[in-house]
């Protein structure tokens, strides 16, 4: 019946869209969790570490994650984020989900920009004492709305060139396609945070 072709039509054409706009490494990221990649894992595993950070506005979540990589020239992956007060309310449908992660210890919720800049300054500090860090190009942040991350990381002396923009948008087409490919591999590993 035309019904039941349109039906199986439209059903193809959806999963069609669903696959296409799914991440490529989706379907490898729950068979590389690994329950001990941790901050302290990474920090005691890796021969060098990276830190990216994308700062969100007032209404979302900034993020920091810790990319290692280790002595078999594998990755793991940590990550950590903050919200204030302002994004639960300004973000009611996941205020709930917001919660488990600040339940799991994967999300921080702090009173103010500064109180959350200061948190992921500390992380950053915190691997550059390690020795872990390059000396250049260490830390990338996104470049909009990161003043107070900025001025965090300049009073314990992460600064440019160990603190570097990274560029937005196409220019990151290269770690967009490498990343599913690691997972694929099994290169690169993460500790599994609802997150």
Same mark, same amino acid.
């Given at each position: 019946?035309?019904?039941?072709?349109?039906?199986?039509?439209?059903?193809?054409?959806?999963?069609?869209?669903?696959?296409?706009?799914?991440?490529?490494?989706?379907?490898?990221?729950?068979?590389?969790?690994?329950?001990?990649?941790?901050?302290?894992?990474?920090?005691?595993?890796?021969?060098?570490?990276?830190?990216?950070?994308?700062?969100?506005?007032?209404?979302?979540?900034?993020?920091?994650?810790? $990319?290692?990589?280790? &002595?078999?020239?594998?990755?793991? /992956?940590?990550?950590? @984020?903050?919200?204030?007060?302002? =994004? *639960?309310? !300004?973000?009611?449908?996941?205020?709930?989900?917001?919660?488990?992660?600040?339940?799991?210890?994967? $999300?921080?919720?702090? &009173?103010?920009?500064?109180?959350? /800049?200061?948190?992921? @300054?500390?992380?950053?500090?915190? =691997? *550059?004492? !390690?020795?872990?860090?390059?000396?250049?190009?260490?830390?990338?942040?996104?470049?909009?709305?990161?003043?107070?991350?900025?001025?965090?990381?300049?009073?314990?002396?992460?600064?440019?060139?160990?603190?570097?923009?990274?560029?937005?948008?196409?220019?990151?087409?290269?770690?967009?396609?490498?990343?599913?490919?690691?997972?694929?591999?099994?290169?690169?590993?993460?500790?599994?945070?609802?997150?």
């Amino acid at each position: 019946s035309l019904r039941g072709f349109l039906s199986k039509f439209l059903n193809v054409e959806i999963g069609l869209a669903l696959m296409s706009s799914r991440w490529a490494g989706a379907e490898f990221w729950e068979s590389q969790i690994r329950k001990c990649v941790t901050l302290d894992y990474i920090l005691d595993k890796a021969e060098v570490c990276t830190i990216g950070v994308d700062w969100g506005g007032a209404d979302d979540l900034a993020a920091l994650c810790l $990319l290692g990589r280790f &002595p078999d020239k594998s990755w793991g /992956a940590w990550v950590k @984020a903050w919200a204030r007060p302002s =994004v *639960f309310k !300004a973000r009611p449908k996941i205020a709930d989900r917001l919660r488990d992660f600040q339940r799991a210890g994967d $999300l921080s919720v702090v &009173p103010t920009g500064e109180a959350q /800049a200061a948190e992921a @300054a500390d992380i950053c500090q915190r =691997v *550059f004492e !390690a020795g872990l860090l390059p000396a250049e190009g260490g830390i990338g942040l996104d470049s909009a709305g990161i003043d107070l991350l900025i001025d965090a990381l300049d009073t314990r002396g992460l600064v440019y060139p160990l603190v570097v923009p990274v560029p937005q948008g196409w220019k990151l087409q290269s770690v967009v396609s490498g990343v599913p490919l690691r997972l694929e591999a099994g290169t690169l590993v993460h500790g599994g945070q609802p997150l």
